[in-house]
């Protein structure tokens, strides 16, 4: 069993960054992909990005391209979400994620079977 939890989330202004943190149990943190996701009232839950197993593969959704970075310390079973010049439209409750499987990079969020309880981020005008 894996345990996800998520830090680092608040209230900034638009144009501001925040740094989301998702801390990692289980001894097999660096075989997995992880994955962040965001869910904003109303709205279904959606990819945001996620990080290979080693690190040296990221993926973006198109929304966050060039102001999001997702980056991860195995030594520290930790996961980071670098979120620059951040809008409105960017508010929501991000989650980070894992796949049970090791090694493997799931194509959306029903491929990934662990999740963190989430972490506010709200972005004022």
């Known amino acids: 069993q894996v345990q996800l939890v998520e830090s680092g989330g608040g209230l900034v202004q638009a144009g501001g960054s925040l740094r989301l943190s998702c801390a990692a149990s289980?001894?097999?943190?660096?075989?997995?992909?992880m994955g962040w996701f965001r869910q904003a009232p109303g709205k279904e839950r959606e990819f945001v990005a996620a990080?290979?197993?080693?690190?040296?593969?990221?993926y973006y959704a198109d929304s966050v391209k060039g102001r999001f970075t997702v980056s991860r310390a195995n030594g520290k079973n930790t996961v980071y979400l670098q979120m620059n010049s951040l809008k409105p439209e960017d508010t929501a409750v991000y989650y980070c994620?894992?796949?049970?499987?090791?090694?493997?990079?799931?194509?959306?969020?029903?491929?990934?079977?662990?999740w963190g309880q989430g972490t506010q981020v709200t972005v004022s005008s």
């Open positions: 994620a894992a796949p049970l499987m090791r090694r493997t990079v799931p194509s959306g969020a029903s491929g990934y079977d662990y």
């Open positions: 990080i290979s197993w080693t690190g040296g593969t990221t």
């Open positions: 289980g001894r097999t943190f660096s075989m997995h992909t």
